[in-house]
Nanobody
Framework: QVQLVESGGGLVEAASSLRLSCAAS????????MGWFRQAPGKEREFVGS???????AYADSVKGRFTISRDNAKNTVYLQMNSLKPEDTAVYYC?????????????????WGQGTQVTVSS
């Protein structure tokens, strides 16, 4: 059983940067591909990006070139660096873990989820 705890959300202005962190515990971190998702009010949860244990990444087109995912395997932590933020990036951001190393953008393929952290970008 993996527990995930996100941190780092907040209120920022457009064009600003923010870094989210997700600390994992209770499992073998190397067994999991880590993902970031977000959900805006009234919308479905959407894929932001994911990273394998060895650092292979995949991103949604909407964030490609602005967001970067990284992980520190020694600290069991994954990060989401968000640059050039836009008001449409406003959402609750969730960290998730799935067994294995292949990427997936489907929420149902991730077995473990954090509680989410709010990111609000003002115009």
């Amino acid at each position: 059983q993996v527990q995930l705890v996100e941190s780092g959300g907040g209120l920022v202005e457009a064009a600003s940067s923010l870094r989210l962190s997700c600390a994992a515990s209770g499992g073998t971190f190397s067994n999991y591909r880590m993902g970031w998702f977000r959900q805006a009010p009234g919308k479905e949860r959407e894929f932001v990006g994911s990273i394998s244990y060895i650092g292979n990444t995949a991103y949604a087109d909407s964030v490609k070139g602005r967001f970067t995912i990284s992980r520190d395997n020694a600290k069991n932590t994954v990060y989401l660096q968000m640059n050039s933020l836009k008001p449409e990036d406003t959402a609750v951001y969730y960290c998730a873990a799935r067994v294995g190393h292949f990427w997936s953008n489907t929420p149902s393929s991730y077995a473990y989820w954090g509680q989410g952290t709010q990111v609000t970008v003002s115009s």
